[in-house]
């Protein structure tokens, strides 16, 4: 019956093994992950849970006081985890079950239950120290503590069977295994623990061994606890993050140089295209696209099809130059100061007539051209301002008109609020805003 157990507990241990391979080729563990990060930013809590195979045997070979015979019982056991790092971590462990086995040579034998033990264990994941891997998803792990272990050994020398009372003594559990990182935050467990005990653990008091040793063989689960949101610490690599994300770094931005490039060529071919569309061989200003008459010679006027403009007769033509004095300007300046208007209109007042009529005799004296902004401040829409600027400037051209000014060369233009010579926030500024200038030439 017993060996029917360990046949399935052995096919267990293949199938999660198998199934915790194929499932993690295609799972992310540590998603989210940045780089030398705060613990803050991860789960640091966990629990595991494992059963196995518990017996005298060991690895090492000794230690067994001649009980080879050897009997599997099953074992089982629990943990909470603290990671301190991404490969270290402290756990406080259960461990449960029997012990038995049997020296067939002097038909002595014994078995030994274990109601509890408690240990506290250094754990170092090793995986989680290479830089060569980002997921790492198979993560090979030792852990060594010290413990209380409580157990109670029947003894039987072959002849007489003797029960030890029920005791507890200290022990040390060394742990060894691979851990597979079957999801983000849960652990496929595969280990081996051996547990060195009190020498009355299995009943020979007084044997070559100051010490008993037993193992357990175990499988189990290891889930991280809170947020799913955060990676495990656990599944963490902090230097195989920070090449990877050097390397996306890296990755990124060459592909931005190499878009920039590409658009610069293509810009560059435009550029080409174009020059080569303006491309004027006998240089008379006409693209050679568009020139009608190739091969001017140098210093041929043209028109615009590329071709030769008749010949003109050279005409001399005295131009007069026009000289605005301080005199002049100080007309203007009188005119622009006294210059007003009934409100929100472009009526100008009569106050402002006799300044007015002294521009008119300047420009009809001296034949000036004369410019005329009119300006608001920002009161009321924009709309209406530009309007009433425009009508303004107007209505001090007609002014000039009518006392026999030459209306062509005056220019009557309006801006509204769009070019203030002062802050519109206080009503200083808004007046000297609302304004027309006065710009002789």
């Excluded at 705060?38 to 789960?43: A, E, I, K, P, T």
């Excluded at 299995?202 to 010490?211: A, L, P």
């Amino acid at each position: 019956m017993k060996n029917k157990h360990l046949l399935k507990i052995s096919m267990l241990f293949g199938a999660g093994l198998v199934s915790a391979t194929t499932f993690a080729q295609n799972t992310a563990t540590i998603d989210g992950t940045t780089p030398l990060g705060s613990s803050s930013g991860y789960r640091t809590w966990s629990v595991g849970i494992n059963a196995g195979v518990l017996n005298q045997s060991n690895i090492l070979g000794f230690n067994r006081e001649g009980f080879d015979k050897l009997e599997h019982n099953v074992g089982y056991s629990a943990y909470i985890k603290k990671q301190i790092s991404p490969s270290f971590g402290l756990k406080a462990q259960y461990l449960g079950g029997k012990v038995a086995g049997k020296n067939e040579d002097n038909g002595s034998s014994f078995e030994t239950k274990t109601p509890w033990s408690g240990a506290l264990s250094a754990e170092w994941t090793l995986a989680n120290t290479n830089w060569r891997f980002f997921n790492s998803i198979i993560k090979p792990y030792f852990a060594v503590g010290i413990g209380a272990l409580n157990f109670e050994t029947s003894y039987n020398d072959g002849t007489t069977v003797t029960n030890h009372d029920a005791t507890t003594k200290l022990y040390v559990p060394v742990d060894a295994g691979f851990k597979f990182a079957v999801a983000k935050g849960i652990n496929l467990d595969l280990g081996y623990q051996l547990n060195w005990a009190n020498q009355r653990f299995d009943g020979v008091m007084g044997g070559q061994y100051k010490n008993d040793l037993f193992s357990y063989a175990h499988a189990g689960l290891e889930i991280a606890l809170g947020s799913g949101s955060k990676p495990y610490l656990g599944n963490s690599n902090p230097v195989a993050t920070l090449v990877q994300d050097y390397t996306s770094k890296y990755d990124e931005l060459k592909a931005e140089r190499d878009a920039l490039v590409a658009s610069n060529k293509a810009l560059k071919d435009q550029v080409d295209a174009l020059a080569n569309e303006l491309k004027d061989d006998d240089g008379d200003g006409v693209a050679n696209k568009y020139d009608k008459c190739p091969n001017t010679p140098a210093g041929v006027k043209v028109d615009g099809s590329g071709c030769p403009l008749p010949e003109m007769k050279h005409e001399t033509k005295v131009i007069e130059k026009i000289v605005v004095t301080e005199e002049d300007k100080k007309v203007v300046a009188e005119a622009i100061s006294n210059l007003e208007f009934d409100l929100s209109k472009a009526t100008i007042r009569e106050s402002s007539h006799a300044s007015l009529n002294r521009v008119a005799a300047l420009l009809i004296e001296k034949n000036f051209s004369l410019k005329l902004a009119g300006h608001t401040d920002n009161t009321g829409s924009r709309e209406l301002n530009l309007r009433l600027s425009k009508e303004r400037a107007e209505a001090v051209k007609n002014y000039l008109v009518s006392k026999g000014a030459n209306p062509s060369r005056i220019e009557a233009t309006g801006y509204g609020p769009d070019q203030p010579i002062a802050s519109n926030a206080t009503a200083a500024g808004r007046q000297q805003n609302r304004r027309v200038e006065f710009t002789l030439y």
